[in-house]
């Protein structure tokens, strides 16, 4: 009897080690996936493909400068914004927010016809929800939620109507918005990462560049 207990008081112990090694052998392998998962994400500033286009526009850049002035006084204020979300700024970010907000009602659809006009109104339209809810959030969290739209809004409004005045990077990162991916916009290739910050600086890649 008392072999039989020693038996099974060993099998016991040998099932609990294994069970715990092998508990401990799937964290280490997971957190060394995660690792690599992150190491493979896409991390530099190079060039995307020649020709690689990311947000389909029509083409409008043959409108009259005062738009195209306008609309590039909205990404200003908007580059201004990643900048101080790279930051991890909140405060300022709001006040770069509400900034946009009023660039964005200053554009003068009214000079606008037809498709154009239809197509300024509602990418001004996505400019103003995102920026107004980021200025009315004092989280970082809240204000990074809104920056998607607000980027592809903004890309779009720009490409569409050629306001830019210098080179635009369209980035990237796999791991914003829960692993789901999210744009940003930048007037310098070098990945700076508005969506983590100092948390992963790095983490993105160049998906179109606007010239």
Known sequence: MKKTFATAALASFLFTSCSENKQEA?????ETENHEHHEGMAHGDAQPAAGKVVVEVPNYTSVASPVKEQISAVVDSY???KDNLVASDAQQAQMDAKAIVSAAEKVDVSALQG???TFAA?????V???ASAMAEAADL??????LELLSEATFALTKAFGAADQALYYQHCPMANND??????????????PYFGEKMLKCGSNEEVLN
């Open 141 to 146: 969290d809240l204000q990074r939620a809104q």
């Open 79 to 81: 580059l201004k914004l």
């Open 180 to 193: 789901q991916g999210a744009y940003w916009l930048s007037s310098n290739k070098e990945i700076q990462n």
């Open 122 to 126: 509602e990418r001004l339209s996505e």
């Open 26 to 30: 799937t964290t280490a392998t997971t």
């Open 128 to 130: 103003t929800q995102a």
């Open 115 to 117: 498709e154009q006009k």
